[in-house]
């Protein structure tokens, strides 16, 4: 319930009769004035392994200052923002209440950049906490991962459907947002879990610790041996979930209209061969939590999470000799279904997906892979996650914004666009021969 926070200042600017006031004033007791509390938060930059309660060992290497620190209350629709100053520690004065506490920003160390994001949700704030106590308390500190700037990303998404009710146009476009060619060889593209959003994440055996791993459901794998998938600087792929023109499907004109997925350089498909295109290439899934679907590939049309991460060899769907518990892969407490176990230091970029920007309490994924989160606000709506263009290359391709927070990387777009911006389609993609 959103709490009245000065009656006086309502009764005093309102141009109510007396009556009314007289009723206001009978009902004062109902209402609730708060009083402002000033909290402090000190961030932490760490390396190496977090325990399950949080604690790491600070790397002085990386200076925590001068990060943008939000302090979000969806109780009350409220957000405050402010920055690290030289100790790491950022100070506000909010309503009590809980909050989602999210950090960006990015540092320089040996000529590297790095970002420094994180993200603390469902935190109470009840009570002043001094920056003495900040600094001296577990319960009011926020480790954070450096995660080194790296050249792919994920450039749109469409995931929420179309009119009708239709998903299987869902569509996953990568692109080198750097200045150097990444080949795409063994790189593997992973759902995470939960699939859907939720406010109670899984708990993992905490062993694990903390923001150490994300945890896949599904993970498939570009081809090649090493140099065999070249992607310049500027040139993007895209994976669909069914590689059709989904434009001829009947009576889908209009908002209604659909993708063609004809030509994207991989579709992820399951199973079903009668579904399958083949002119597009399969991309190979290399991991499925559970019991193989053998139909379709479905992220959730409320929104998924995913990563891009590199493990440096080639995988194989069920090698027992590289899928081990506790290694390569891991369970959720009290559930026997093993899910991939990716190490952060693998992550090349992550995206959060949510129903609706309001649903931050609902992150399943780290704050360093993402300290926010994209949506298009609905299901079925025809739109897509859109990384926002800053800039351009000397060539005229595009410069999008990558700060590994998209709660302001993305914007939602309609229609969903293969390559906006003149993104240039690599050379050896088999549509460049058709």
Known sequence: MKKTYSLLLGIVASSLTFTSCVEMMENADDA??????????KVNAVTGF?????????????????????FVNYDEDSVVETQTDENGIATADVVPGNYTISVTGRTENDGIVYYLNGALKNKPLMKDVTPEQAAASQDYSL????????????????????????????????????????????????QLEPGTPTATPPQWPDED?????????????????????????????????EGADHTK????????????????EFEAWSGNPQRQNPDVPDLKYVFWSGRVNKTQW?????????????????????????????????????????????????IIDGVELLGTSSELNKKRIPGFVDAGAASVGATYNNMSVSRKKIDERPDGSPIYQDTNDSSYDFEALTPPAHRRDGIKTPAWSWSMNK
């Open 32 to 41: 609730q004035i708060v009083k402002p509390i000033n909290v402090s938060i």
């Open 50 to 70: 977090v325990d399950i309660d949080g604690n790491g060992t600070p790397d002085p290497d990386f200076k925590p200052h001068g990060l943008k620190v939000r």
């Open 143 to 190: 480790a954070i991962r450096p995660s080194r700037v790296g050249p792919l990303c994920f450039r749109e998404i469409f995931y929420a459907g179309s009119p009708g009710f239709y998903f299987r146009n869902q569509f996953y476009e990568i692109y080198n947002n750097g200045d150097e060619v990444y080949y795409l060889d063994h790189l593997c593209f992973a």
């Open 209 to 241: 610790g903390k923001n150490n791993y994300v945890y896949g459901c599904v993970v498939w794998q570009f081809p090649g041996t090493g140099k065999d998938y070249p992607l310049q600087p500027g040139e993007s792929v895209i994976i669909a979930q």
């Open 249 to 264: 499907n009947q009576g889908r004109t209009g908002e209604y209209a659909l993708m063609d997925n004809s030509k994207v």
């Open 298 to 346: 479905l992220t959730s049309v409320f929104g998924s999470a995913f990563c891009l991460y590199q493990p440096g060899r080639d995988l194989t769907f069920e090698d027992k000799s590289y899928w081990i518990l506790g290694e390569t892969t891991q369970h959720k407490v009290g559930n026997t279904i093993e899910f991939a176990r990716i190490p952060a230091a693998q």
